[in-house]
């Protein structure tokens, strides 16, 4: 699926971008650099699942290297040259099975003449179990794909995050691997989820070739299960859930007078020019709703109205429309009123707005400087997960202080409350509990430093401490010392 005329001569099986030459294998024995083989492997046994031998009459595979045989690691210096390459080669979609935690002037550039061009790029979020965002795939115009294991709950090393479009199995994926006498290897990444659902756009793009990338994308998104396993904590963080082929194949997306449960939804009018209108409902606990319209060509005409339970009715030309309109409940009506015979060539991306439930009950520096209660803040509800709180506690001169817990209950040898002699985790340690209810702990000298870290899995009650100033009983002993005899 490419044109070719892109100026770089004797590119039968793609270019390596890095050394300047058609040469896309990877140097031999460097396995690290095979990554791109398995993710192609998946694409063409999915292929081959729908149309047989007849598949590559179907689907081209365009490999692009991006890193110099002699590079001394896997960084992708030339990741956004790669990008170039391969719209320019006519791509219809682009993988992008890597990430970073920036997005250099390059990177936009890249992905703006991708997305003018019509190209639909996919990528991956990352494997290290975070939420922060990874680029290229946390950008507005690429799809973000996290990964699932095999009983659909989010994988245990996959990034998640707002910015994530779908979710895709990512567990004991199997593909090619030159650099094993095998020929192939069994791995996990969100890498190998990313692979899935590029090969499932690709069926679609077959199956309906008249389809934008905003159109293809909303075959994805809307059609992805939303399932019941993702509880609170990934709500609206995995996208609009996992990805389901056949559904997605039949992109039967609907238009308006529909009510959704969703996190991530496209809305988008059908051609009547009568009112439509939307009732999103985000499942779960969200901290609202978000709105962005989108249209690629002329303004279209007509009025928008947003409306939810306890705000105030909203409406809005396209030409006074906000980038994003914003509702704080958790179900909302859109309302397109449209000018007759106008143009209704637009979309509205709506997202449910994720809680940080690592925030949740505790987070940051908090200074202490009277006594009372200090606690992680969760009350009757368990601890937040991921959690990393932090107290300056701070006594008068001469005074120590006291900790006495009334309660204290926390996943053994993994949820951790430290003291620290000082003003910071650089000093001593004091003490470290964990498990159930502890002694009382009491501090060197009139400053301690409290840092209550949290993992991911198996949250207990928390804890509450009752703090005291008292009197420093060094200095009582140095003052009235044990023996003292008076003439």
């Not at 046994?45 to 890193?67: C, D, H, N, P, Q």
């Not at 991708?114 to 979020?125: D, F, M």
């Not at 008068?396 to 996943?411: I, L, N, Q, S, Y």
């Amino acid at each position: 699926m490419r044109r070719d005329g892109n100026g770089v001569i004797d590119d039968r099986s793609g270019w390596d971008v890095a050394d300047g030459d058609p040469d896309v294998e990877p140097p031999v024995g460097e396995r690290t650099l095979y990554h791109g083989t398995h993710i192609a492997s998946i694409v063409t046994t999915i292929a081959r699942m729908r149309y047989g031998e007849r598949a590559t009459e179907y689907l081209r595979i365009l490999s692009v290297k991006s890193i110099s045989d002699g590079a001394s690691s896997t960084y992708l210096h030339a990741a956004w040259e790669g990008l170039d390459y391969a719209v320019n080669s006519g791509a219809d979609i682009v993988l992008t099975a890597w990430n970073m935690h920036a997005m250099p002037t390059a990177a936009r550039a890249a992905l703006a003449r991708a997305e003018a061009e019509g190209v639909l790029v996919i990528g991956s979020t990352s494997n290290f179990n975070d939420q922060r965002p990874y680029y290229p795939a946390a950008a507005d115009t690429v799809l973000a794909v996290s990964a699932v294991e095999g009983n659909n709950a989010k994988a245990r090393t996959a990034a998640f995050g707002q910015y994530v479009d779908v979710a895709a199995p990512g567990v004991a994926i199997p593909g090619a691997d030159v650099a094993n006498p095998e020929g192939w290897n069994v791995e996990d990444s969100t890498s190998f989820s990313t692979a899935l659902v590029g090969a499932v756009a690709a069926l679609v793009k077959l199956d309906h070739p008249d389809l934008a990338p905003a159109g293809l994308r909303a075959c994805l998104v809307n059609t992805a299960a939303l399932h019941t396993m993702l509880r609170d904590r990934y709500l609206g963080k995995l996208g609009a859930g996992i990805l389901d082929p056949r559904r997605a194949l039949q992109c039967d997306l609907g238009h308006g007078d529909n009510v959704i449960e969703a996190t991530t939804q496209y809305l988008s009018p059908d051609t009547r020019d009568s009112t439509q209108s939307w009732t999103v409902r985000a499942p779960g606990r969200h901290k609202g709703q978000t709105f962005r319209v989108r249209y690629p060509g002329e303004t279209p005409s007509g009025v928008l109205e947003f409306t939810s339970p306890n705000q105030p009715k909203r409406r809005y030309s396209f030409e006074d429309l906000p980038s994003s309109v914003r509702v704080r409940d958790t179900e909302a009506t859109l309302t397109f009123m449209p000018a007759k015979g106008a143009s209704q060539d637009w979309h509205a991306v709506y997202e449910a707005e994720a809680i940080d439930f690592t925030r949740e009950h505790c987070h940051g520096l908090v200074n202490v400087t009277e006594p009372g209660i200090l606690s992680d803040g969760s009350g009757p509800a368990p601890c937040a997960w991921n959690s990393s709180c932090k107290w300056q506690v701070t006594a008068p001169e001469g005074k120590v202080v006291r900790f006495e817990f009334d309660t204290f209950a926390t996943e053994p040898n993994r949820d951790l409350l430290y003291f620290f002699d000082g003003g910071g985790t650089q000093a001593r340690i004091i003490a470290i509990l964990s498990g159930n209810r502890p002694p009382a702990v009491t501090s060197w000298r009139n400053t301690v430093h409290v840092w209550f870290v949290t993992d991911a899995e198996n949250q207990r009650a928390g804890w509450r401490a009752r703090v005291a100033f008292i009197d420093n009983p060094a200095r009582a002993a140095a003052a009235d010392p044990v023996g003292k005899t008076e003439d």
